[in-house]
């Protein structure tokens, strides 16, 4: 349990301090033009103050996870999330040279969640489509989605048009510590199938090898507040 426990908070506090990395060096770049965009830099500071709050959240969970106090179930606003998490990572995708095209229904409901672990899932699937991308060289933009399925279910999903996954990794891709990455961890898909069903929802993925794939979660509409 805490060899889990600890691999996962390596692997959620990796992103972030990744992210502060990437743009504090952005940031050393800019100021060190002779005419600094000031504008810029103050936009990267935002963001390195963000992903720090972030880690600052993973810790503070992992804390309260210790005191067993229970996690953070509120309602959440999911377009919310998904535009957050866009904006963590907008440094990162206009470093590597990756679009996004977001299609977020106006009117979702809300779901009843930890709005943290639900960013960490999309964080895990939007850097593993940014990733999967890469290798293939295709620069199509990823498309983030997130659309009411049914009366009882929200769909958010992130497409990519990377090489796909096979049939046969298809079975094993959500197991712990499987990866195909020269650094990888393999806990991405493990963790977010873990968060993704404590929320009473399913991870699921669809691919066309060779046409990219989607990865996608459905999490139950939170239900209306008894009458009074
Ligand atoms: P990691 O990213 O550390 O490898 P994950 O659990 O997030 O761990 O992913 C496990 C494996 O699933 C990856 O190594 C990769 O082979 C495959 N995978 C995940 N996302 C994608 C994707 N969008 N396209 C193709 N393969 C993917």
Known sequence: ?????????????????????SNAQAAQRFISRDQPDLAEVRSILDDIV?????????IQRLRALFRKDRSQQREVDVKQIVLEVLQLIRNDLLNRGI?????????????????????QVLLNLTMNACEAM???????????????????????????????????????IFLPFMTT?????????AVSRSIIEAHGGRLWVL???????????????AAAPAAP
């Open 207 to 221: 691919s066309t090898p060779g046409q990219g794939a989607t990865f996608g979660f459905d999490l139950p509409i």
């Open 99 to 119: 679009g996004v095209e977001a299609e977020l229904d106006d009117d979702l409901p809300v779901a009843t969640g930890d709005s943290v672990q639900l960013q």
């Open 134 to 172: 890469e290798g293939s060289g295709v620069r199509e933009p990823i498309r983030a989605r997130a659309r009411r399925k049914d009366t009882q279910t929200i769909e958010v999903s992130i497409s990519d048009s990377g090489p796909g996954v096979s049939e046969e990794q298809l079975g094993s």
């Open 181 to 189: 990455k020269p650094k990888g961890m393999g806990l991405g898909l």
């Open 50 to 58: 963000a992903n720090d709050r972030r880690a600052g959240q993973v």
């Open 1 to 21: 349990m805490l060899g889990e426990l600890s691999a996962s908070l390596v692997h959620e506090l990796n992103q972030p301090l990744a992210a502060i990395l």
